[in-house]
Nanobody, 124 residues
Framework: QVQVVESGGGSVQAGGSLRLTCEIS????????VGWFRQAPGKEREGVAA????????YYDDSVKGRFNIYRDNAKNAVYLGMHTLKAEDTAMYFC?????????????????WGRGTQVSVSS
C-alpha cells in the first residue's frame, strides 16, 4: 500500500508564496509519478502540476505556469509545490496524488493513491 500526506497549506495575501509538501510512504516502488491537484468549492478537481520520479519530466497547467514549480527529493520520497505570486483564484483544497506512468498526468482518474488535502486560502 502507498500512503500520501500533504502539508504546508495556509492563508496568505495575494502576491505571497507558499510551499506545499507531499510525503509518500509505504510501497513507494509502486509509483513513479506524483501530481498536485486543487479543488475549489463548487468546482471540479483540476490538475495543477506533476512530476516524474525517474526522468524529472514536469507538467504545469497554463494557469500556474511561471508562478508554481514542482520538484522532488527522492531520498525523502517527497514532492514539493512552490507557489509564488499567489492570486485569489488559487484558493482551493490542494491534493497530492501518486500513480504510475507519464501519461494523462493532469487527469485525476489516472492516480490511485491520494492524500486528504491541505487548504490554501489567498486573500486579495
Amino acid at each position: 500500500q502507498v500512503q500520501v500526506v500533504e502539508s504546508g497549506g495556509g492563508s496568505v495575501q495575494a502576491g505571497g508564496s507558499l510551499r506545499l509538501t507531499c510525503e509518500i510512504s509505504g510501497y513507494t516502488a509502486k509509483v513513479n509519478v506524483v501530481g498536485w491537484f486543487r479543488q475549489a468549492p463548487g468546482k471540479e478537481r483540476e490538475g495543477v502540476a506533476a512530476i516524474d520520479f525517474e526522468d524529472e519530466l514536469t507538467y504545469y497547467d497554463d494557469s500556474v505556469k511561471g508562478r508554481f514549480n514542482i520538484y522532488r527529493d527522492n531520498a525523502k520520497n517527497a514532492v514539493y509545490l512552490g507557489m509564488h505570486t499567489l492570486k485569489a483564484e488559487d484558493t482551493a483544497m490542494y491534493f497530492c496524488a501518486a500513480g504510475v506512468g507519464w501519461y494523462d498526468v493532469h487527469r485525476p482518474e489516472k492516480y490511485k493513491y491520494w492524500g486528504r488535502g491541505t487548504q490554501v486560502s489567498v486573500s486579495s
